[in-house]
């Protein structure tokens, strides 16, 4: 009898996509066989991804023609997201598709979807906008576009004024019921790519929000509806530590969450970096029994899926 294969919702980090358009097309091909390996030890992918540099791209891009072409009206953030997940999917899907037919593996397709994330209007995030995204501006460029295009600009650390949105949690993933059936008729899935475009319900039509929805957050839910067995969030580590970078720095292989919850509290977590990380272990592990979340280096993916490396988060 065939041993049934465990489910697994992959978030990649920044770094598995590299930062420009050549670095993507590199970062792609060292990805994808980190990917096809865990295919390779009876693995059911789906792939979620983080967009910074790349929605900065595309963003900058934009305001850049409206600034050329008075004519041609800035582009909404969530347009620019939605223009980040299908062009950093079709790299990626090109990639998955050549190295699966380089192991001889010609029968799984791999497909990605545009995914929408609904997030609430009284969400507390956008009262307080305090993720940056987008080049740095002078005083001058950032008075600009608070006058004509409405952002929110904040001074960063004496590097210069840059645009901040609101980061709410994700409610429902509009497309979760497309994307199980790609799962479930054998398709390797790449989804909810930089969080998932943030929309609000107004009756039965969706609006773009000007937010940026933590991908690792948007990952967890997706795990949670697609009854994922792991959720592998992928950082620059291979295991998270506490203590990190002072005398007594403990690299951890093992995580209850009732501990994470503990060093939490203790702020052993840097915040918009391992903190949202750690929390969404933490919650994908507390939505049922049996889950486990893994977080560890891309290349060590397949290493943490066998027990050899990594934390693993599971309730306690």
């Known amino acids: 009898m065939e041993q049934k294969k465990k489910r697994i919702v992959i978030a990649l980090g920044g770094n598995a996509l590299g930062n420009t358009l050549p670095e993507q097309m590199k970062a792609v091909k060292i990805t994808a066989k980190a990917i096809v390996d865990l295919i390779e030890e009876n693995c059911e992918v789906i792939v ?17 023609l409206s600034r050329e072409n ?19 999917g079709y790299d990626l899907q ?16 791999v497909a990605t979807m545009v ?5 609430d209007e009284k969400d507390p ?19 600009f576009a608070e006058q004509h295009y409405g952002y929110i600009m904040k001074e960063d650390a004496g590097r210069g004024y840059r645009r901040v949105v609101a980061s709410p949690q994700p409610q429902e993933i509009i497309e979760i019921g497309a994307i199980r059936t790609l799962v479930e008729s054998g398709q390797v899935v790449i989804a909810c790519g930089g969080g998932g475009i943030p929309v609000m319900c107004r009756g039965n039509h969706l609006k773009g929000a000007s937010a940026v929805i933590d991908k690792d957050f948007a990952s967890e ?37 009732t501990d994470a919850r503990r060093y939490i509290q203790e702020g052993q ?14 919650r994908f592990a507390e939505s049922k029994p049996g889950r486990t979340a893994l977080i ?13 490396t990594g934390t693993h988060i599971h309730m306690g």
């Open 48 to 64: 979620s991804h983080g967009n910074g540099p790349q929605v900065g791209m595309i963003n900058n891009a934009m305001a850049a």
């Open 70 to 88: 008075p004519a041609q009206p800035n582009t909404p953030l969530s347009v620019c997201v939605a223009m980040s997940q299908a062009y950093i």
């Open 94 to 109: 090109n990639a998955l598709r050549e190295e699966l037919h380089n192991r001889g593996i010609k029968d799984i397709p």
């Open 115 to 119: 995914t929408q994330v609904r997030v």
């Open 125 to 143: 995030a956008f009262e307080h906008p305090s993720k940056p995204i987008g080049h740095f501006m002078t005083k001058e460029q950032a008075d």
């Open 221 to 257: 839910l997706m795990a949670e509806n697609l009854d994922a067995d792991y959720l592998i969030i992928l950082t620059a580590v291979e295991k998270v530590a506490i203590q990190f970078g002072k005398p007594d720095e403990q690299w951890l292989d093992d995580l209850t969450t």
């Open 269 to 282: 977590f840097a915040p918009g970096s391992m903190l949202p990380k750690v929390q969404a272990a933490v």
């Open 296 to 308: 560890t280096l891309l290349e060590k993916a397949k290493d943490g899926i066998l027990g050899k």
